[in-house]
């Protein structure tokens, strides 16, 4: 995802001209939409309908304020910050502040030399990455965050934990690019980042009053499955897109959509069902955001087949945490958070450096070692999970001290929609 000039030079003898196919940039443009799509109305639509009515609406103002923050954010210094065309491993520089020197003119480059797109299409398709990924955090304390405080955080770990990952994982001069890591599509940018924000939130924020005495069942599963089956459709713009052109490679992350979602979904039904005699639609569409999330970084070096076994073995890891887990530990991630995109984050980083053997269908070639690359995926979450680790705890810390975190009990009691935006979702 390196920015280019207009023309390189290959071996110092051979002149490649850059070209542009209008339709990579349909496919780019349609994958952006679908990216928004995705959280609005899939994200907003799969945790409304999670929460008890009286707190609809503040999930449904959060996502969306937050889509919006990070949008003007993003193109303000989030860009630069991220892909500004600076040599550090940790961050991209000011180069490019307010989109500094881009115009309809400029290109960037995709995984095909001399094949490129318009360098504001790839900066709205990575805008939606950095919009959607601190919105998953939301679930983690659900129902009982202030908003101006989500906010606020929101805002600040955008700038000091997102473009800093997204750098070192995605840019040429990134830390954990230069390591060797594959993150196709963001399972350590974007999951394991919000997974491990999100575990870490929850527990400062603390648990809901009422939490085992009250009813907090999902008020809606219709409108659960309804947010879960969008952003499946959404995911493709997320997966397929990351390839950043219409060809084989995006060809591949399509099909492993499809292949991993469905085996989690599946995984995830036959474990519930032979553990709890039932199988639930919750525990549906949360395999389906299980399998996602696992296939995320797999997407476009896995096998079809691998990425089946990717998805049932994320999805299994994802209900064990969900159901024992944090019971045992007594942490309220109200929606899983963490459960499922932290710990799926992990396991399918890990797992790409497996699956992508090409003994196993993967797109590794004939010198690709599994241990190796398999290590290098380890490095790269722990590095993960150690910088967005110590920066949210630094950045929740911070707001509580500011503002504070949570809303008076009172205030939570009779619900974030009326005592946060005065309105309900619902009238009877």
């Given at each position: 995802m390196?920015?280019l ?6 071996q110092?003898?051979?002149v490649?001209?850059?070209t542009?196919?209008?339709?990579d940039v349909?496919?780019m443009?349609l994958s ?12 907003a639509?799969?945790?409304g ?5 009286k ?17 003007v954010?993003?193109v303000v210094?989030g860009?630069?910050?991220a ?7 940790y ?10 020197g ?9 995984f095909?030399?001399?094949v490129m797109?318009?360098?504001y299409v ?5 805008m939606?990455?950095a919009?959607?990924?601190?919105a998953?955090?939301i679930?983690?304390?659900a129902?009982r ?9 929101v805002?600040?770990?955008v700038?000091?934990a997102?473009?800093p990952i997204?750098h ?8 954990i690019?230069?390591m ?15 997974g491990?924000?999100?575990?870490i939130g929850s527990?400062l924020v ?9 009813m ?5 599963m219709?409108?659960?499955?309804v ?8 995911w493709?713009g997320?997966?397929?897109g ?8 995006a060809?591949?992350?399509m ?5 991993a979602t469905a ?8 474990i ?6 039932k199988a639930?639609?919750?525990?549906a569409?949360?395999g389906m955001?299980a ?10 070096s896995?096998?079809?087949i ?10 299994g890891a994802c209900?064990f ?25 992990i396991i ?7 699956f992508?053997?090409p003994g196993l269908g993967?797109t590794?070639?004939?010198d690709?070692s ?5 290590w290098?995926q380890?490095e790269a979450v722990a590095i993960?999970?150690v910088?967005?680790g110590v920066?949210s705890?630094i ?5 509580d ?10 205030a ?9 935006h005065g ?6």
């Open positions: 390196v920015l000039p207009a023309m390189v030079l290959a110092d003898t051979t490649v001209t850059e542009m196919d209008k339709g349909a496919f443009m952006t939409i679908l990216v928004l799509f995705m959280i609005l109305p899939g994200l639509l799969f945790y309908g999670l929460v008890r009515t707190n609809m609406l503040s999930v449904l103002m959060q996502t969306t304020l937050i889509t919006a923050m990070v949008m954010i993003w210094f860009y630069s910050m892909f500004g065309g600076g040599t550090s491993p961050w991209g520089g000011f180069g490019k502040l307010f989109l500094a881009v115009n309809m003119d400029s290109m960037a480059a995709t095909t030399e001399g797109i318009p360098e790839f900066i709205a398709f990575q939606t990455f919009a959607i990924t601190p998953l955090i679930g983690a304390f129902e965050m202030k908003f101006s405080a989500v906010l606020l955080f805002a600040l770990w700038t000091f997102y473009f997204a070192m994982v995605w840019d040429a001069s990134g830390l690019f230069n060797g890591a594959l993150d196709f599509a963001g399972g350590t940018v974007v999951h394991i980042n919000a491990i924000a999100a575990l527990i603390g648990k809901r009053v009422g939490l085992g005495k009250d907090m069942a999902p008020h809606s219709t409108l659960t499955m947010g879960a089956s969008i952003l499946w459709v959404g493709f997320f997966n397929a990351s390839n950043l052109e219409a060809s084989g490679g060809a591949l992350a099909i492993n959509t499809f292949t085996g989690a979904i599946l995984a995830w039904s036959l519930e069902g032979l553990i709890r005699g639930s639609m919750l525990g569409a949360s955001v399998g996602l999330v696992a296939v995320t970084p797999a997407a476009g896995v096998g079809p691998g990425a089946i076994a990717l998805g049932a073995i994320a999805s209900y945490f969900v159901a024992s887990v944090k019971i045992r530990f007594g942490y309220d991630d109200s929606l899983d958070v963490f459960g499922v995109h932290g710990i799926g984050g399918g980083a890990v797992g790409t450096g497996i992508t053997a993967g590794g070639g004939d690709y599994i241990a190796g690359q398999t290098i380890i993960t999970i910088w967005c920066v705890l950045l929740y810390k911070l707001v001290m500011l503002i504070g975190l949570r809303v008076p009990e009172e939570e009691r009779q619900g974030l929609d009326l005592s946060s309105e309900s979702a619902y009238h009877n």
